[in-house]
């Protein structure tokens, strides 16, 4: 497998094509001529054959030549390595030149190839193909390339990309090719072959071990790649895809800049630099170093973030080796606070200086994450890319802290303890210490920076996963968060983390329960710890206390909050949970509490694609129906689940369910972390109601494609559970969604 292998199925092809053609009477006036990845000889296992039939139109029976070339393609009578389909062109010079116009036939056309027949008129379309290029179709060109990436995502960060469309794909590496024979401007393609080769053997590889021709790298089949390419495993598989795609982005970043600020071919005079501060000044809108001093990269790579500039490639290449002081020089660790600053900005800036290896010559830390894939539902980026987006978010709460240089730095490396089995909060509140040691900060400061690091998911999984109406509660965070700093630097690392990581993590509805939690917290730290009730208006109360079933819908962000109140009853968790499911509701959070001897309940519902949204009409029928035949609403909820078991999904974990000790005052706490499937709500509750057991309260929340879901459960009597009865819940419910 590989470029041997690649070119040798392409000299087949063409030995085959020109033994048809010479079982056809070489008739003349007719050239075949290879184009698009043919054109360049390399054939993937699963790639079409592109071929133009080029003639002069002086054929008679052109059409019965045509099909005694394709028929036996079609009928796969040719050589078992011969592609299994043709994607195919029939034109005459004239008509080839009228194609041009269409992006795709030109750029396909860049790397035609003769195969046999009238060579002089191949000769005639190759360059007339050429020199159309260059009267530079650069524009339409990153049109096409841009629309594209915003169909199939970025290669370096999806969880499941598609190795030749997505953005820094082996379809880009022909664009920057395209780009370079435009002679427009000038770029540095040394790498490419480096590079296509690489992307080209997993596509070989992702072909062979699928037995498809698509070029979708999915979940089941990166592991069977990774060792058909004798790579340890698909981490190590991603992560060099990942670094190779970041190489081409670039790369395609850097020509597109190039190309917009190009100076005419007839200016011989070179621009000015305008200073913009000690031994750095921007010149043809780029920063550019012109003297070395020992701060000099930082202060550059600062002022290009702040300015919203990119630092020039032969900058790049001056800051390499300088070095900095161990501990920094304080100009230097204010310049990488002021670089980390620059929001948005500063991620082109990062980039660059991570494309030259300046970044881990900064901070050697920084290559235990670099391109380091994180395979699960709810992230969006490598390791290294997700830490850059939190510091990039962070920037815009920098004014709501007392120390935004902490909550910069704070944000830039809370995942920094990524990369092994251990626990990488603890891994990180460790590695920060050098690294913060070195970067000059006090030691008071490094404290505060590995407490950040190590508990950088403490309150959004609090808001999430326990009752903020419990005393115990709040004192969990009092007992972790020494003082307000602390805990105004936590809510907003917290907000940075979770908007880096995606909407499947962070909604408006979780950043409201995290601030009402700091909130609570904050109370607290002043003096006064609140054992606060649940939250009630009065007519709410009024309408639990007649103990009516009523529902009631509203939109919030996008999604609908459906408030249910409902007499109470053993199993209503459970009843509530499927009905919403059978009415095509995809529950993505719930929060219950009885009151009274009526329960008050929030559903948080997305729709079902191509469903309505019920009436409260209909969802109070819904739910009526089912509360007076719960054995027809189980029917129903199994037929349904039953539907989807054909669809396939990826290997997960078993699900963790486990007793949550001493956190509740009166009730017993149990957590389930699963992975989302259908009806689970339904399936938890009922699990719980066949052993007789009381659901006082429910924190639910769906997060991509795993939940966590928080149940406080009583006996009917009000009693927290005995050690016996709770581990008979934790084992029924296993045994109902396991």
């Not at 056809?24 to 054939?43: C, D, F, H, Q, S």
């Amino acid at each position: 497998m590989g470029l041997p292998e690649r070119k040798a199925r392409s000299n087949e092809s063409d030995a085959y094509l020109s033994h048809l053609y010479l079982e056809a009477g070489k008739p003349n006036g007719i050239t075949l001529v290879a184009v698009g990845g043919y054109g360049r000889g390399e054939l993937s296992p699963g790639s079409d054959l592109d071929l133009l039939i080029l003639h002069d139109g002086s054929l008679g029976n052109l059409s019965e030549f045509v099909n005694s070339m394709l028929y036996p393609i079609w009928d796969k009578q040719g050589p078992s390595s011969l592609p299994k389909s043709i994607d195919y062109s029939v034109r005459t010079v004239k008509e080839t030149k009228e194609a041009w116009q269409d992006l795709k036939v030109a750029l396909g056309l860049l790397d035609a190839r003769f195969i046999c027949g009238d060579r002089v008129q191949f000769e005639l379309i190759r360059q007339e193909a050429e020199t159309a290029w260059k009267k530079d179709r650069s524009e339409e060109l990153r049109m096409s390339l841009n629309e594209r990436h915003q169909r199939f995502g970025d290669l370096a960060y999806l969880l499941e990309p598609d190795i030749k469309e997505a953005r820094g794909g082996i379809r880009d590496i022909n664009a920057l090719r395209a780009i370079q024979r435009s002679e427009v401007i000038s770029i540095n393609i040394d790498q490419l072959d480096e590079f296509e080769e690489k992307l080209l053997n997993v596509r070989d590889s992702l072909h062979k071990v699928s037995g498809r021709d698509k070029d979708l790298l999915l979940f089941q089949e990166q592991d069977k790649v990774a060792s058909d390419l004798g790579l340890a495993d698909a981490d190590v598989l991603m992560g060099q895809v990942a670094t190779i795609a970041r190489s081409i982005d670039y790369q395609l970043n850097v020509a597109w800049h190039r190309y917009d600020n190009r100076r005419s071919k007839f200016s011989f005079r070179k621009p000015k630099a305008t200073n913009v501060g000690k031994n750095i000044g921007v010149e043809n809108h780029e920063i550019i170093i012109e003297a070395i001093d020992p701060t000099v990269g930082m202060r550059a790579a600062a002022k290009a973030s702040q300015l919203g500039l990119p630092i020039s490639l032969d900058s790049c290449e001056l800051i390499k080796g300088i070095g900095l002081q161990n501990p920094w020089p304080r100009e230097a660790r204010e310049d990488l606070v002021a670089f980390i600053g620059g929001g948005s900005a500063m991620e082109r800036v990062w980039e660059a200086l991570d494309q030259a290896g300046i970044i881990e010559e900064w901070l050697p830390e920084w290559s235990t994450v670099r391109s380091l894939p994180q395979r699960n539902a709810l992230h969006r980026h490598t390791v290294d890319r997700h830490m850059v987006e939190t510091a990039i978010v962070a920037a815009k709460l920098t004014r709501t802290v007392h120390r935004p240089d902490l909550l910069l730095i704070g944000s830039l490396f809370h995942d920094i303890g990524k990369g092994s089995e251990e626990d990488h909060s603890e891994r990180g509140e460790r590695l920060i210490e050098p690294i913060a040691k070195r970067i000059g900060f006090s030691d008071a400061d490094i404290r505060t920076l590995q407490f950040l690091v190590r508990h950088h998911l403490l309150l959004s999984s609090t808001a999430t996963r326990r009752d903020l109406d419990d005393p115990a509660t709040i004192q969990s965070i009092l007992d972790v968060v020494p003082d307000l700093q602390h805990l105004e630097l936590l809510h907003a690392l917290s907000i940075a983390d979770g908007e880096a990581t995606g909407k499947a993590a962070w909604s408006d509805w979780k950043a409201r329960l995290v601030r009402d939690l700091v909130n609570r917290v904050k109370s607290a730290m002043k003096g006064t710890l609140v054992a606060p009730e649940m939250e009630l208006n009065e007519l709410q109360k009024q309408e639990a206390e007649n103990s009516e079933l009523k529902v009631s819908i509203s939109e919030s962000s996008g999604s609908f909050a459906i408030e249910i109140i409902a007499p109470d009853s053993t199993g209503l968790f459970s009843i509530v949970a499927g009905t919403l499911n059978l009415l095509k509701l995809d529950i993505r959070a719930a929060k219950t509490r009885t009151h009274g001897k009526s329960a008050v309940m929030t559903w948080i519902v997305n729709l079902d694609p191509f469903a309505t949204l019920p009436t409260d009409v209909k969802i109070t029928q819904a739910l009526q129906e089912a509360l007076s035949d719960n054995e027809k609403l189980a029917q129903k909820i199994d037929a349904k689940v039953k539907s989807y078991a054909p669809l396939p999904g990826v290997p997960v974990p078993p699900p963790e369910v486990e007793i949550i000790e001493d956190l509740a005052s009166s009730a017993t706490i149990i957590e389930i972390r699963s992975h989302d499937r259908p009806a689970l709500l339904y399936r938890i509750g009922a699990a719980v109601r066949q052993l007789e057991v009381d659901i006082r309260s429910v924190i639910a929340s769906t997060l991509g494609a795993e939940a966590i879901d928080t149940l406080y459960v009583t006996e009917i009597s009000g009693e927290k559970l005995s050690k016996t009865k709770a581990e008979e819940v934790v084992a029924s419910i296993r045994i109902a969604i396991d």
